[in-house]
């Protein structure tokens, strides 16, 4: 099977990582009968201020009309209002209805921050809430007033946490055929709300997906909730507690940082955005100026990002070698990135990991 | 000077710390030179349940018209939508325009559960955000869709900035007039945001602390910004950076969470709901069902919160009377309550704490 991969480096460090991606899925073990093409593609800041715009068409069209997944790498962010400019990565995941975004933080032998061990994974919904982004800005008496949409939908909730009871089980599934790699026991889904203030908006997130959850097919799941901020709590004091967390949109991005935390740094953090049929991998992490172009960036988050995307993309075995080969990695610290107290470059940790694969 | 003070126990726990509260206050030193008189509010889930009203009238008429502050407890969230029920606190924020919501978060000599010392104050936006709780729910071809207001005004995002520019500067002078007593140097305020996604609402946010703060009066206090996903990993990795936070309602609400987490438990919290002339204390943990009538809660968040709010009231020295006090008890460590690890109940750590005054 030959997957053909969109690479949209971004900005910052972006263009220091996604190589480094591109040389992992070129250096994978031919027994897993993959092959794959390439194709870059353009978005982010420094896009729009060559275009006046961070995410071209074009590189939309490419990824819908030829791609099998793509790689994301980073986008900064102004530091100043910029008239016109908008996050190209929240456009991408609503153009290609990459309704998942799915976030695992999970601690190695290495160990955490907290001390114990962390094997959780954050399913935030990615197309709705805040992110429609329909403000306006009104000028009253007292000065100006905003406002903005929190959207939520019965259609985008039932599919976020049938998709969270879905991962619950197959997470399941791989602690089954390999023990010893979770301290979890038992598949259990976190619905994550605010419905004591927004009884309506939160109200229907968590209504509906209880009643995803209720399928008899995730009979062996087990279900509850947390409000937002006594879950943030609960995280910080109980990471190791939890398996799967359902959020809508920005909890979830809040959550999924917080999370990244207590694994000891965002350099670790990949993601996938989820739609059906394709699949994005991303770092978690940031364009981080302040490294920017001294081949330092910690490599992990997009190659586990790479590993994710396959996983999506239906490619277990070659996400499985992945995981493996970063965990051996780490576990062994010879080379780490600065971020995690080493002195190894991109291109080292990189080596190091495709060596083990 | 005689104060009235409204106690508002509310549910669960909260029965339990506010008479813990009230006796801190009657145990107060003469030579402070203050008296107290109480009155006896009701609010809450019970209320509700008996009265069909979550928040009587009668209890706000009380408080604005007799007293200078008032305690309040928690309140139970229904574990299920109940039709008519609405958080009380969240209400009597709005209709006593407490627009500022403090909670001060500070390890003691005890120390943290990341091990350095934390000595930061959240300053959250109290009044509006998507705590306006304007909602809506049509039904669509694909099922409902709930839409829920966040409103940001220039308003109260000035004078909740104006409140954290003059927090820092008090903490400074307390400070410098007690050295010794804190890590940090110089005032800071970090102003959280999501102005990358929402450029109007947050942006308005972001720009008008901006614009409050660069008033000459804070010039000796050090100005930054952090997007909230960031802020919130941050404040897991270097919570020992931060001095005063000023947010958006919710996030200051997860914030303080996230804050709390990191002194080892919501029982040691306070908050003080803010407006001009009014302070409420409330302590930041919940009713606590799981705890409520076995006489263990941790009284020290609700110690604190009364702290605060004669802080708010103009009555610094009995304040630091009362922070001392507690410092000593968690110092000391003879009587902790089971959350912190220990064995105390209310009462133990309550007599405690006021034979230290
Ligand atoms: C850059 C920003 C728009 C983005 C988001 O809020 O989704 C980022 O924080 C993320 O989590 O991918
Ligand atoms: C109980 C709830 C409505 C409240 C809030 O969200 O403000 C609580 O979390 C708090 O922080 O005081």
């Known amino acids: 099977r030959t997957l053909r991969i969109g690479l949209i480096p971004g900005d910052g460090i972006g263009r220091e ?104 994974v954050i399913v935030r919904e990615n197309t709705e809430d805040l992110y429609v982004k329909e403000e306006k800005t009104t000028e009253g008496p007292e000065g100006k007033v905003a406002e903005a949409i929190k959207r939520i939908s019965e259609r985008a909730s039932s599919r976020i946490a049938t998709m969270a009871g879905e991962i619950a089980l197959r997470r399941q599934k791989i602690r089954q055929v390999s023990p010893g790699t979770s301290h979890l026991s038992k598949p259990m889904v976190t619905i994550t ?52 967390i359902v959020a809508p949109n920005l909890y979830g991005d809040i959550l999924s940082d917080g999370a990244a935390a207590l694994v000891g740094s965002l350099g670790l953090v990949p993601s996938a955005n989820v739609g059906d049929g394709f699949a994005i991998g991303e770092p978690c992490h940031g364009s981080a100026p302040d490294i920017e172009g001294k081949g330092i960036a910690n490599p992990i988050a997009t190659l586990r990002s790479v590993a994710l995307m396959l996983e999506f993309l239906g490619e277990e075995p070659a996400a499985a ?34 060596k083990r694969l």
């Open 17 to 120: 990582v996604i190589p480094a991606g591109r040389r992992l899925l070129e250096s994978l073990p031919t027994s897993l009968g993959l092959k794959f093409s390439f194709v870059d593609l353009d978005a982010g800041f420094d896009t729009f201020k060559k275009t006046g715009n961070a995410l071209p068409d074009k590189t939309v069209d490419i990824l819908k009309k030829e791609c099998d997944g793509a790689l994301f790498g980073a986008v900064s962010s102004p530091s100043t209002k910029v008239a016109g400019y908008s996050s190209p990565i929240v456009a991408l995941r609503k153009r290609l209805d990459l309704y998942a975004n799915v976030r695992p933080v999970k601690t190695t032998a290495g160990g955490s921050a907290t001390g114990s061990p962390i094997d959780l």
């Open 193 to 244: 709300h605010k419905s004591n203030v927004l009884s309506q908006t939160d109200g229907l997130f968590r209504e509906t997906a209880r009643k995803a959850l209720a399928n008899p097919k995730y009979s062996t799941v087990e279900v509850e909730e947390q409000i937002v901020d006594s879950m943030v709590y609960k995280l910080f004091r109980q990471p190791g507690y939890y398996d799967v």
């Open 321 to 354: 070698k992945i995981y493996a080969a970063v965990d051996a990695n780490l576990d062994e610290g010879k080379y780490l990135s600065p971020d995690l107290g080493g002195k190894a470059t991109t291109q080292e940790v990189l080596e190091d990991v495709l």
